[in-house]
């Protein structure tokens, strides 16, 4: 499974940003994707995930931090996951980082690194104040 993060940029706080994640190559039936970020000099913490179940099923999970700002979505024909952030703050800067896992049931959640065993390139995303 490859995975290609894109749509990084620059924005003023309070503004709206858009990144996206494409997976290519044997991407299982079922899955979750995730959004985690790194900061300089912070360790990587968890964003978003969404977690694909049977066509119409999707569940999402958010950190506190993002909750109400940040909206996961998916495109399943794509197998394109896109991250969707409003409201950006100066202390969402950070590599922003997709990860992949297959899943067999959409019950569990999950939010560590370790959950995830494929993993795309940063994107960037900067937000001045």
């Known amino acids: 499974v490859q995975l290609q993060a894109s749509g990084g940029g620059l924005v003023q706080a309070g503004g709206s940003l858009s990144i996206s994640c494409a997976a290519s190559?044997?991407?299982?039936?079922?899955?979750?994707m995730g959004w985690f970020r790194q900061a300089p000099g912070k360790e990587r913490e968890f964003v978003a995930a969404i977690r694909w179940m049977n066509i119409r099923t999707n569940y999402a999970d958010y950190a506190d931090s993002v909750k109400g700002r940040f909206t996961i979505s998916r495109d399943n024909a794509k197998n394109t996951v896109y991250l969707q952030m409003n409201s950006l703050k100066p202390e969402d800067t950070a590599v922003y980082y997709c990860?992949?896992?297959?899943?067999?049931?959409?019950?569990?959640?999950?939010?560590?690194?370790?959950?995830?065993?494929?993993w795309g390139q940063g994107t960037q995303v900067t937000v001045s104040s």
């Open positions: 990860a992949l896992r297959a899943i067999r049931e959409y019950r569990t959640t999950y939010s560590k690194e370790s959950d995830f065993g494929f």
């Open positions: 190559g044997r991407t299982p039936s079922n899955y979750v």
